[in-house]
């Protein structure tokens, strides 16, 4: 089975742009959810999406948001870009399940200029 | 709320030696918990897991034991190779309450394992 792949890789963008990421989940899954990891605040939950509904939110602003499509591929977008937006942002499927384990896509590493 | 506490780095050890990362919770419910190795460049991998008290979750030669009386998920292994330097992450997954199956993460522990 294919794994989580996440694109672009990496992404340079300026500050005030917006960016948009992409996240296919292993075939099967339906569950997506996006974490954002940075040096100073580690690794923090974003959002979970499953059968396209955002089931769950971490504390965030609204600056990022997110969506899944009907193939369960997610996106998430970040509008009004800032610095400290900078990290490498993971990509987690998951079968749904309560016992199922999250797997993790290599990231897209986000340096915001 | 949820939370993970695992042991500062970095850790440094030589090639043989005994590896212990001290990872403890707080949790509401009844949690899973996991391990993640992440190696430069690259996203998490799990490593193992745990579903239940009591559960030993073990691969490569690394073992976790669910320990729900000290709340704790120590992961050992008895002989580092150079090949297992990375940065670990304890993990947990707890899906009462309505959190659904957000993982909350320790800091991480870069581990460096020396020839």
């Known amino acids: 089975k294919a794994g989580v792949t996440q694109t672009p890789r990496y992404l340079i963008k300026t500050r005030g742009q917006q960016v948009t990421l992409s996240c296919s989940p292993i075939?099967?899954?339906?569950?997506v959810s996006w974490y954002q990891q940075t040096p100073g605040q580690g690794l923090q939950f974003l959002f979970e999406?499953?059968?396209?509904?955002?089931?769950n939110k971490g504390n965030f602003p609204g600056r990022f948001s997110g969506r899944q499509f009907s193939n369960s591929r997610s996106e998430m977008n970040v509008s009004t870009l800032e610095l400290g937006d900078s990290a490498l942002y993971l990509c987690?499927?998951?079968?749904?399940?309560?016992?199922?384990?999250?797997?993790f896509g290599p990231g897209t590493r986000l340096t915001v200029l | 709320g949820n939370s993970v506490t695992q042991m500062e780095g970095p850790v440094t050890l030589s090639e043989e030696a005994f590896l212990t990362i001290n990872c403890t919770y707080t949790?509401?419910?009844?949690?899973?918990l996991f391990w993640y190795v992440q190696y430069p460049g690259e996203g998490l991998q799990l490593l193992l897991k745990a579903t239940k008290a009591d559960d030993k979750g073990s691969n490569k030669g690394f073992e976790a034991t669910y320990r729900k009386e000290t709340t704790s998920f120590h992961l050992e292994k008895g002989s580092v190779q150079v090949s297992d330097s990375a940065v670990y992450f304890c993990?947990?997954?707890?899906?009462?309450?309505?959190?659904?199956?957000?993982?909350?993460f320790g800091k991480g522990t870069l581990l460096t394992v020396n020839p």
């Open positions: 949790a509401t419910g009844y949690p899973s």
């Open positions: 993990a947990l997954s707890d899906v009462s309450g309505g959190s659904n199956y957000k993982l909350t």
């Open positions: 075939s099967g899954h339906r569950s």
């Open positions: 987690a499927s998951h079968g749904g399940r309560a016992a199922d384990t999250q797997y």
């Open positions: 999406y499953f059968s396209e509904t955002q089931r």
